[in-house]
Protein backbone atom coordinates (compact mmCIF):
# COMPACT_ATOMS: atom_id res chain seq x y z
CA UNK A 1 0.00 0.00 0.00
CA UNK A 2 1.41 3.71 -0.83
CA UNK A 3 1.40 6.09 1.94
CA UNK A 4 -1.49 7.93 2.75
CA UNK A 5 -2.33 11.04 4.53
CA UNK A 6 -4.04 11.66 7.91
CA UNK A 7 -7.14 12.47 7.12
CA UNK A 8 -9.17 9.07 6.76
CA UNK A 9 -7.26 7.81 9.44
CA UNK A 10 -7.84 10.26 11.92
CA UNK A 11 -11.29 10.32 11.21
CA UNK A 12 -12.19 6.77 11.68
CA UNK A 13 -10.23 7.74 14.90
CA UNK A 14 -12.22 10.24 15.96
CA UNK A 15 -15.60 8.16 15.00
CA UNK A 16 -14.27 4.81 16.99
CA UNK A 17 -13.03 6.27 19.95
CA UNK A 18 -9.20 5.29 19.73
CA UNK A 19 -5.96 6.99 19.12
CA UNK A 20 -3.53 6.03 15.74
CA UNK A 21 0.11 6.08 17.20
CA UNK A 22 2.73 8.67 15.88
CA UNK A 23 5.89 6.91 16.83
CA UNK A 24 9.25 8.69 15.62
CA UNK A 25 11.73 6.89 13.33
CA UNK A 26 15.84 7.83 13.14
CA UNK A 27 16.76 5.16 11.12
CA UNK A 28 16.30 2.13 9.13
CA UNK A 29 15.92 -0.46 12.35
CA UNK A 30 13.33 2.00 13.90
CA UNK A 31 11.16 2.38 10.71
CA UNK A 32 11.20 -1.72 10.43
CA UNK A 33 10.05 -2.48 13.59
CA UNK A 34 7.42 0.19 13.74
CA UNK A 35 5.97 -0.90 10.43
CA UNK A 36 6.31 -4.60 11.28
CA UNK A 37 4.54 -4.22 14.35
CA UNK A 38 1.66 -2.27 12.69
CA UNK A 39 1.20 -5.13 9.99
CA UNK A 40 1.10 -7.70 12.75
CA UNK A 41 -1.73 -5.98 15.39
CA UNK A 42 -3.83 -4.33 12.38
CA UNK A 43 -2.91 -1.49 13.19
CA UNK A 44 -2.88 2.28 10.80
CA UNK A 45 0.02 4.09 12.15
CA UNK A 46 1.79 7.09 11.45
CA UNK A 47 6.37 7.69 11.36
CA UNK A 48 6.92 10.87 12.50
CA UNK A 49 10.49 12.18 11.86
CA UNK A 50 11.99 15.35 13.47
CA UNK A 51 13.44 18.15 11.23
CA UNK A 52 16.79 16.53 13.47
CA UNK A 53 16.25 12.93 12.29
CA UNK A 54 15.79 13.93 8.69
CA UNK A 55 19.39 15.66 8.92
CA UNK A 56 20.44 12.49 10.40
CA UNK A 57 19.44 10.68 7.78
CA UNK A 58 20.52 12.82 5.30
CA UNK A 59 17.52 14.68 3.73
CA UNK A 60 13.74 14.35 3.48
CA UNK A 61 14.06 12.20 0.19
CA UNK A 62 16.42 9.61 1.69
CA UNK A 63 13.85 9.08 4.44
CA UNK A 64 10.47 9.48 2.27
CA UNK A 65 11.98 7.24 -0.21
CA UNK A 66 13.45 4.71 2.49
CA UNK A 67 10.41 4.66 3.95
CA UNK A 68 7.89 3.83 0.73
CA UNK A 69 10.30 1.08 -0.73
CA UNK A 70 9.92 -0.76 2.84
CA UNK A 71 6.52 -0.35 2.60
CA UNK A 72 6.73 -2.19 -0.79
CA UNK A 73 9.14 -4.53 0.51
CA UNK A 74 7.86 -5.56 3.50
CA UNK A 75 4.11 -5.94 2.00
CA UNK A 76 2.63 -3.49 4.82
CA UNK A 77 -1.21 -3.32 3.90
CA UNK A 78 -2.34 -1.34 6.76
CA UNK A 79 -2.40 2.40 6.34
CA UNK A 80 0.47 4.25 7.13
CA UNK A 81 1.07 8.18 6.92
CA UNK A 82 4.92 9.77 6.81
CA UNK A 83 4.20 12.85 8.93
CA UNK A 84 6.63 15.72 10.08
CA UNK A 85 7.30 16.13 13.26
CA UNK A 86 7.60 19.71 14.57
CA UNK A 87 8.56 21.12 11.42
CA UNK A 88 9.62 24.63 10.58
CA UNK A 89 7.53 26.87 7.61
CA UNK A 90 10.61 25.45 5.51
CA UNK A 91 10.86 22.25 6.51
CA UNK A 92 7.21 21.66 5.56
CA UNK A 93 7.61 22.70 2.40
CA UNK A 94 10.48 20.20 1.98
CA UNK A 95 9.36 17.24 3.44
CA UNK A 96 5.92 18.13 1.22
CA UNK A 97 8.13 18.15 -1.90
CA UNK A 98 10.07 14.69 -0.50
CA UNK A 99 6.63 13.25 -0.78
CA UNK A 100 5.66 13.19 3.00
CA UNK A 101 1.89 12.55 3.16
CA UNK A 102 1.52 14.72 6.26
CA UNK A 103 3.12 17.39 7.99
CA UNK A 104 2.98 19.45 11.14
CA UNK A 105 4.03 23.05 11.06
CA UNK A 106 4.51 23.94 14.11
CA UNK A 107 4.10 28.13 14.25
CA UNK A 108 3.42 28.00 18.08
CA UNK A 109 6.39 30.10 18.28
CA UNK A 110 5.60 33.28 16.53
CA UNK A 111 2.86 35.81 17.01
CA UNK A 112 -0.29 34.73 16.45
CA UNK A 113 -1.50 36.49 13.44
CA UNK A 114 1.68 35.17 11.83
CA UNK A 115 1.17 31.23 13.16
CA UNK A 116 -2.21 31.85 11.37
CA UNK A 117 -0.56 32.94 8.10
CA UNK A 118 1.93 30.64 7.37
CA UNK A 119 -0.23 27.95 8.59
CA UNK A 120 -2.85 28.60 5.86
CA UNK A 121 -0.06 28.65 3.19
CA UNK A 122 1.13 25.73 4.62
CA UNK A 123 -2.42 23.76 4.50
CA UNK A 124 -2.77 25.50 0.95
CA UNK A 125 0.43 23.87 -0.49
CA UNK A 126 -0.42 20.39 1.57
CA UNK A 127 -3.82 19.98 0.15
CA UNK A 128 -2.31 20.51 -3.00
CA UNK A 129 -0.37 17.37 -3.03
CA UNK A 130 -2.47 15.54 -1.15
CA UNK A 131 -1.57 15.94 1.98
CA UNK A 132 -2.42 16.84 5.62
CA UNK A 133 -1.75 19.54 7.94
CA UNK A 134 -1.53 19.65 11.84
CA UNK A 135 -0.53 22.77 13.67
CA UNK A 136 0.13 24.11 17.27
CA UNK A 137 -0.92 26.55 19.95
CA UNK A 138 0.32 26.83 22.99
CA UNK A 139 3.32 25.15 23.75
CA UNK A 140 4.19 21.86 24.82
CA UNK A 141 6.73 21.15 27.38
CA UNK A 142 10.22 19.68 27.41
CA UNK A 143 12.89 20.07 24.59
CA UNK A 144 12.45 18.89 20.84
CA UNK A 145 15.37 18.96 18.41
CA UNK A 146 16.96 21.89 21.00
CA UNK A 147 13.08 24.01 21.24
CA UNK A 148 12.31 23.87 24.72
CA UNK A 149 8.70 24.80 26.06
CA UNK A 150 7.54 25.87 28.89
CA UNK A 151 4.34 23.66 28.85
CA UNK A 152 1.53 26.21 28.42
CA UNK A 153 -2.50 25.53 28.37
CA UNK A 154 -3.64 26.82 24.95
CA UNK A 155 -6.63 29.36 25.00
CA UNK A 156 -9.32 27.45 23.06
CA UNK A 157 -9.96 30.90 21.05
CA UNK A 158 -6.86 30.62 19.48
CA UNK A 159 -7.52 27.01 18.71
CA UNK A 160 -11.21 27.98 17.30
CA UNK A 161 -8.22 30.38 14.89
CA UNK A 162 -6.58 27.55 14.07
CA UNK A 163 -8.67 25.34 12.65
CA UNK A 164 -10.13 28.07 10.83
CA UNK A 165 -7.01 27.74 8.63
CA UNK A 166 -8.27 24.26 7.46
CA UNK A 167 -5.68 22.33 8.88
CA UNK A 168 -6.42 18.57 9.71
CA UNK A 169 -5.17 18.17 12.98
CA UNK A 170 -5.01 20.23 15.99
CA UNK A 171 -1.82 19.94 18.53
CA UNK A 172 -2.67 22.01 21.51
CA UNK A 173 -0.77 21.96 24.77
CA UNK A 174 -2.80 20.74 28.25
CA UNK A 175 0.02 20.37 30.10
CA UNK A 176 2.02 17.31 28.46
CA UNK A 177 5.29 17.37 27.85
CA UNK A 178 8.13 16.40 25.47
CA UNK A 179 10.62 13.89 27.04
CA UNK A 180 10.72 12.15 30.59
CA UNK A 181 7.87 13.55 32.98
CA UNK A 182 9.14 14.34 36.34
CA UNK A 183 8.04 13.45 39.69
CA UNK A 184 5.97 16.69 40.38
CA UNK A 185 4.44 16.44 37.06
CA UNK A 186 0.29 17.20 37.88
CA UNK A 187 -1.23 15.56 35.04
CA UNK A 188 -2.92 16.40 32.40
CA UNK A 189 -5.18 19.25 32.26
CA UNK A 190 -8.38 17.76 31.59
CA UNK A 191 -10.73 21.30 31.76
CA UNK A 192 -8.79 22.59 29.40
CA UNK A 193 -9.17 19.76 27.04
CA UNK A 194 -12.81 19.88 26.96
CA UNK A 195 -12.70 23.62 27.14
CA UNK A 196 -11.12 23.00 23.66
CA UNK A 197 -13.28 20.55 22.45
CA UNK A 198 -16.28 22.81 22.94
CA UNK A 199 -14.49 25.49 20.53
CA UNK A 200 -13.24 23.00 18.20
CA UNK A 201 -15.77 20.86 18.14
CA UNK A 202 -15.63 17.14 16.67
CA UNK A 203 -12.32 17.38 15.22
CA UNK A 204 -9.19 15.28 15.73
CA UNK A 205 -6.45 17.13 18.58
CA UNK A 206 -3.00 15.59 19.15
CA UNK A 207 -1.01 14.71 22.31
CA UNK A 208 2.75 15.26 22.53
CA UNK A 209 4.63 13.75 24.53
CA UNK A 210 3.01 10.16 24.71
CA UNK A 211 5.64 8.92 26.87
CA UNK A 212 5.35 7.92 30.53
CA UNK A 213 1.46 9.22 30.86
CA UNK A 214 -0.79 6.92 32.72
CA UNK A 215 -3.05 4.55 30.75
CA UNK A 216 -6.15 6.10 32.62
CA UNK A 217 -5.05 9.88 31.45
CA UNK A 218 -4.02 8.43 27.69
CA UNK A 219 -7.91 7.03 27.94
CA UNK A 220 -9.79 9.87 29.13
CA UNK A 221 -7.49 12.27 26.28
CA UNK A 222 -9.33 10.05 23.81
CA UNK A 223 -12.86 10.33 25.12
CA UNK A 224 -12.45 13.90 24.53
CA UNK A 225 -11.31 13.60 21.25
CA UNK A 226 -7.35 13.04 21.22
CA UNK A 227 -6.63 10.70 17.94
CA UNK A 228 -3.01 10.92 17.50
CA UNK A 229 -0.94 10.11 20.32
CA UNK A 230 3.44 11.32 19.91
CA UNK A 231 5.63 8.85 20.93
CA UNK A 232 9.53 9.10 20.83
CA UNK A 233 11.47 9.12 24.11
CA UNK A 234 9.76 5.66 24.95
CA UNK A 235 10.85 3.87 22.37
CA UNK A 236 14.71 5.78 22.68
CA UNK A 237 14.77 4.50 26.17
CA UNK A 238 13.45 0.88 25.41
CA UNK A 239 15.78 0.55 22.99
CA UNK A 240 19.00 1.67 25.10
CA UNK A 241 17.57 -0.55 28.10
CA UNK A 242 18.36 -3.16 25.60
CA UNK A 243 20.91 -2.50 24.12
CA UNK A 244 22.86 -1.91 27.47
CA UNK A 245 21.68 -5.39 29.19
CA UNK A 246 23.29 -7.18 25.26
CA UNK A 247 26.45 -5.32 26.02
CA UNK A 248 26.29 -5.70 29.79
CA UNK A 249 26.12 -9.53 29.10
CA UNK A 250 29.11 -9.74 26.78
CA UNK A 251 26.92 -10.97 24.01
CA UNK A 252 28.78 -8.20 21.76
CA UNK A 253 32.07 -10.15 22.19
CA UNK A 254 30.56 -14.05 21.80
CA UNK A 255 31.45 -15.10 18.28
CA UNK A 256 29.86 -12.70 15.39
CA UNK A 257 27.96 -10.90 18.33
CA UNK A 258 29.79 -7.71 17.11
CA UNK A 259 27.53 -7.93 14.07
CA UNK A 260 25.47 -4.46 14.14
CA UNK A 261 22.35 -7.23 12.96
CA UNK A 262 23.00 -9.29 16.09
CA UNK A 263 24.12 -5.62 18.13
CA UNK A 264 20.61 -3.98 17.12
CA UNK A 265 18.04 -6.51 17.35
CA UNK A 266 17.28 -6.33 21.13
CA UNK A 267 17.23 -3.19 20.94
CA UNK A 268 14.60 -3.55 17.65
CA UNK A 269 12.71 -6.03 19.33
CA UNK A 270 12.66 -4.15 22.95
CA UNK A 271 10.79 -1.04 20.05
CA UNK A 272 8.53 -3.76 19.03
CA UNK A 273 7.45 -4.57 21.98
CA UNK A 274 6.84 -0.72 23.41
CA UNK A 275 4.87 -0.18 19.65
CA UNK A 276 2.58 -2.83 20.87
CA UNK A 277 2.01 -1.55 24.05
CA UNK A 278 0.99 1.59 23.11
CA UNK A 279 -1.10 0.68 20.32
CA UNK A 280 -3.07 -1.64 22.68
CA UNK A 281 -3.69 1.35 24.51
CA UNK A 282 -4.03 3.86 22.46
CA UNK A 283 -6.80 1.21 20.99
CA UNK A 284 -6.06 1.30 17.40
CA UNK A 285 -5.37 -2.36 17.19
CA UNK A 286 -7.09 -4.24 14.70
CA UNK A 287 -8.43 -1.01 12.82
CA UNK A 288 -6.10 -1.40 10.00
CA UNK A 289 -8.40 -2.24 7.36
CA UNK A 290 -11.13 0.25 8.44
Not at 15 to 35: C, D, P, Q, R, S
Not at 48 to 75: H, P, Q, R, T
Not at 204 to 220: A, F, M, N, S
Request: glycine fraction near 12%; include cysteine; proline fraction near 3%.
Amino acid sequence: MPLVNAKDMEAKALAGHYAVGAFNINNLEWTKAILQTAQELNSPVMLGVSEGANKYMCGYEVVADMVKAMIKSLNITVPVALHLDHGTYEGAKKALKAGYSSVMFDGSHYPLEENLEKTREIVTIAHFLGATVEAEVGTIGGEEDGVVGMGEVADPEECALLKSTGIDMLAAGIGNIHGKYPANWKGLQFDALANIKAKVGDFPLVLHGGTGIPEDQIKKAISLGVTKINVNTECQLYFQEATRKYIEAGKDLEGKGFDPRKLLAPGVDAIKEIVRIKMEMFGSVGHGND
